[in-house]
């Protein structure tokens, strides 16, 4: 039996890195299994880089 492993972001922050990033209209067509590994690497660099900004703001 396959677990699903909880997200770390949120739908909503991951939606909004793939508008940045650039490959929105891929997810919206082939879901989250369709981007390039590239892309995904991408897109949880630039969340890091968030969170890290918003822990240096504190």
Known sequence: MAR????VMSEELKMELA???GFYDTVQQEGWG???AKDAGNM???AIEM???AAARQ
Not at 4 to 7: A, D, E, F, K, V
Request: no cysteine.
């Open 34 to 36: 369709g981007i390039k």
């Open 4 to 7: 699903r492993r909880r997200s």
């Open 51 to 53: 969170a890290e900004r």
């Open 19 to 21: 508008k940045e990033l």
């Open 44 to 46: 949880v660099k630039r």
